[in-house]
């Protein structure tokens, strides 16, 4: 039998990256979670089944705002798989929080049966952030214990990592997933079309999973590769109040570019 163990020196990171870790009880989130919460998604093309969804696996991403959930109701829906918020770096102080529902929705999401992933969304200013925020993954979770990688959440906040420039960005892209890659996972990045255009060199990306949102659209016309679409913030699934993040892995295996 094969054991893997990892290096001393990432078990004295990763204890390092625990003392770190703030629960959203002790910072003042209204400040600190501030990742675009815009209404882009009016719902229209879902309600009107005009979205083309052959020949992919229908999934979630939820965080704090679903508020609670009732994981088998969820499961009975017919979803396969939820990528989960754990965490996210303070929009302007940068300390490291974990969402307070994350433990909740990951244990009850596993034991309803449902395939697992975890995202986390970034403020890193520098390439030694972006590794603290893959280190705060590890830090939480178990590689063995998820379906997707672990993707990096990149979008419009107005917080510290707004300002940064497009070459930075990317390398923090790179170093967040490489990290994670170190530490026993497959890793990727979260964005919008207009973030992977215009804020992100995607093709300085390494071979990493691309995770793209893009609305009201039968099916994405972004030029570059991606792996899962988020079609709709409006989805409604049973089992989650209100609206919920729907998503689509594209056809065969995870990470198999069409």
Known sequence: VDIKVREEVEYASIARIIQLIKSEA??????????NKRDEDDGSLLESGGID???????IDVSRYNNEIDWKTVKESGVEFAVIRLGYRGSSSGVLVEDYLFK???EEARAAGIKV???????ALNEAEAEEEAEMVAALTEPSELSTPVFLDVESSGGRGDHIDKETRTKNINAFCRKAEELGYKAGVYANKKWFTNYI?????GDYKIWLAQYKVRTPDYKGDYDIWQYSSKGHVDGIKGYVDLNLIIAGEMGKRQ
């Open 26 to 35: 002790e910072v003042d989130s209204e400040k600190e979670d501030t990742a």
């Open 53 to 59: 969804l052959e020949g992919g696996s229908i999934g």
């Open 104 to 106: 909740k929705n990951y």
């Open 117 to 123: 992933g975890v995202y986390f969304v970034t403020q």
């Open 201 to 205: 060199d995607a093709d300085a990306i």
